[in-house]
């Protein structure tokens, strides 16, 4: 079992900035992949930007806006959103990837909204 804790969404004006931290707890040893994915109101839930083993894939909707890390030793993923657009606002959900079992696990989402 995996847990997930977000933070770091809220209100912000277009142009802003805003870092979400995801922590994650628990069986951390065999987590593959991290990511953030994120739903609008009336869309589907959508990939956002993911890390495996340093490499990271992006939507396209996001490149070189937002850019995602993650320490290792903290077992935590970041996701670092600099010019933000209205369409960017959604709820944020963070993922893990197990590697051996292939579960995923989801955090319990952060919204951001972005307005002016």
């Known amino acids: 079992q995996v847990q997930l804790v977000e933070s770091g969404g809220g209100l912000v004006q277009p142009g802003g900035s805003l870092r979400l931290s995801c922590a994650a707890s628990?069986?951390?040893?065999?987590?593959?992949?991290m990511g953030w994915y994120r739903q609008a109101p009336g869309k589907e839930r959508e990939l956002v930007a993911r890390?495996?083993?340093?490499?990271?894939n992006y939507a396209d909707s996001v490149k070189g806006r937002f850019t995602i890390s993650r320490d290792n030793a903290k077992n935590t993923v970041y996701l670092q959103m600099n010019s933000l657009k209205p369409e960017d606002t959604a709820v944020y959900y963070c993922?893990?990837?197990?590697?051996?079992?292939?579960?995923?696990?989801w955090g319990k989402g952060t919204l951001v909204t972005v307005s002016s």
């Open positions: 890390i495996t083993s340093g490499i990271t």
């Open positions: 993922n893990v990837n197990m590697l051996f079992s292939g579960m995923n696990y």
């Open positions: 628990g069986t951390t040893f065999s987590i593959n992949a």
